[in-house]
């Protein structure tokens, strides 16, 4: 059975730091591409960072570029978000998702994950 599940979602003050995890199982996660995205309410879901799985290229939507820093460890089938310098129009639901090829669009990917909740307020 396919599962991503998200963890490490919760309520933090602006400027802080929150690192999320993103637990793969039940399909080949390294030949899979990982992405990040996040739905504010009355907002559409948006790409926030990508990591590829053939050479871990990462990208970033430009509005967490040099706050947030994606990984992957392919040991542990874990993908990691860690978000720095929070900010209150980061709060949003942020969902894993795998792609079976490179870093692309929302409707590319295989699987999601069920989300997790970011609030930054203070």
């Known amino acids: 059975q396919v599962q991503l599940v998200e963890f490490g979602g919760g309520l933090v003050q602006p400027g802080g730091s929150l690192r999320l995890s993103c637990a793969a199982s039940?399909?080949?996660?390294?030949?899979?591409?990982i992405g990040w995205f996040r739905q504010a309410p009355g907002k559409e879901r948006e790409g926030v960072s990508c990591?590829?799985?053939?050479?871990?290229?990462?990208y970033y939507a430009d509005s967490v570029k040099g706050r947030f820093t994606i990984s992957r460890d392919n040991a542990k089938n874990t993908m990691y978000l860690q978000m720095n310098s929070l900010k209150p129009e980061d709060t949003a639901v942020y969902y894993c998702?795998?792609?079976?090829?490179?870093?692309?669009?929302?409707?590319?990917?295989?699987?999601w994950g069920q989300g997790t909740q970011v609030t930054v307020s203070s």
């Open positions: 998702a795998a792609h079976l090829g490179p870093c692309g669009g929302l409707d590319e990917y295989d699987y």
């Open positions: 039940g399909f080949a996660y390294a030949y899979y591409a």
């Open positions: 990591i590829s799985s053939s050479d871990g290229s990462t």
